[in-house]
Antibody, heavy 121, light 108 residues
Framework: QVQLVQSGAEVKKPGASVKVSCKAS????????MHWVRQAPGQGLEWMGR????????NYAQKFQGRVTMTRDTSISTVYMELTSLRSDDTAVYYC??????????????WGQGTLVTVSS | EIVLTQSPGTLSLSPGERATLSCRAS???????LAWYQQKPGQAPRLLIF???SRATGIPDRFSGSGSGTDFILTISRLEPEDFAVYYC?????????FGQGTKLEIK
């Protein structure tokens, strides 16, 4: 069965960086795009970007351009999301989510458990 | 980018009642590329509907989606206790994909 297991909670100071991992299992890793979505406390869902695990190609939401980097390590079926220059309003739960089919349409059917990133001085 | 506005913000109903949730887009959503997700506290979102009206695998048939263009509806025909949650719509027909702000469905 498809599983996405994310790394644990992080506490960071303003200006620091965070790197969240998402380990996939139960399917062909290279075959499905992976997206990152975040959710601030008590707020809605915000799309950050996506990575093609096969090529490593990425697309980022304009809001995060220059601050976010998504990468992958195919040898261990893991994708990463790094966010730099953290601010207090980056405090959120960060989710990785896999698309439902090889059409790669961003219909997100499988989600990680979420990683809470807290930015506080 | 397309802005999705969901209404109402909160819907208070009783089990067994019918729920109607609305999602309105600021521009036409291409190819009816609209999805609905359910999220319970402390959990990741769960895909319910894609392509405006297709149920995802394992989703009960009391959930249905409809609409096109700029106006979309999620209907839950008879509410079960486990249906009380927050619901989000998402458009993926135009880049960047965007989500609505959510509708909280609470027990009356």
């Amino acid at each position: 069965q498809v599983q996405l297991v994310q790394s644990g909670a992080e506490v960071k100071k303003p200006g620091a960086s965070v790197k969240v991992s998402c380990k996939a299992s139960g399917y062909t890793f290279n075959g499905y795009y992976m997206h990152w979505v975040r959710q601030a406390p008590g707020q809605g869902l915000e799309w950050m970007g996506r990575i093609n695990p096969n090529s490593g190609g990425t697309n980022y939401a304009q809001k995060f351009q220059g601050r976010v980097t998504m990468t992958r390590d195919t040898s261990i079926s893991t994708v990463y999301m790094e966010l730099t220059s953290l601010r207090s309003d980056d405090t959120a739960v960060y989710y990785c989510a896999r698309v439902v089919s090889t059409t790669q349409l961003p219909i997100l059917n499988y989600w990680g458990q979420g990683t809470l990133v807290t930015v506080s001085s | 980018e397309i802005v999705l506005t969901q209404s109402p913000g909160t819907l208070s109903l009783s089990p067994g009642e019918r729920a109607t949730l609305s999602c309105r887009a600021s521009q036409t959503v291409g190819s009816t590329y609209l999805a609905w997700y359910q999220q319970k506290p402390g959990q990741a979102p769960r895909l319910l509907i894609f392509g405006a009206s297709s149920r995802a695998t394992g989703i009960p048939d009391r959930f249905s989606g409809s609409g096109s263009g700029t106006d979309f509806i999620l209907t839950i025909s008879r509410l079960e206790p486990e249906d009380f949650a927050v619901y989000y719509c998402q458009q993926y027909g135009n880049s960047p994909q965007t989500f609505g702000q959510g509708t909280k469905l609470e027990i009356k």
